[in-house]
């Protein structure tokens, strides 16, 4: 993303916070997805998470097809990138926005 990053705070499913920098924000098929690292004892995470993005929600992925589809795109627009990027992976709580 450059400069700064952006970090932000989700509740997932037992309204337990949990802190995300911002990896990246691409656009696939006419929607709009966030590509969230996560921070765990203020260390970022090797890999990364993947949220649709609908209004001012975080939504999860719950169709393999979809999500295969934004990390195939996430993973090119990375390729381009000198910058060393997590990749993403499934099976992360959900937050709520």
Partial sequence: M???EDVVKLLDEDG???EFSVVDVLEVDQRRYAVLQPVVGGEES???VIFRMEDDTLVTIEDDAEFERVRQAFEA???ESPDDHPVPTEGQSEPSH
Avoid: F, K
Wanted: proline letters at 0%.
């Fill in 2 to 4: 450059g400069g700064e």
């Fill in 16 to 18: 337990v916070e949990h």
């Fill in 46 to 48: 090797e890999t990364a």
């Fill in 77 to 79: 627009v990375d390729a």
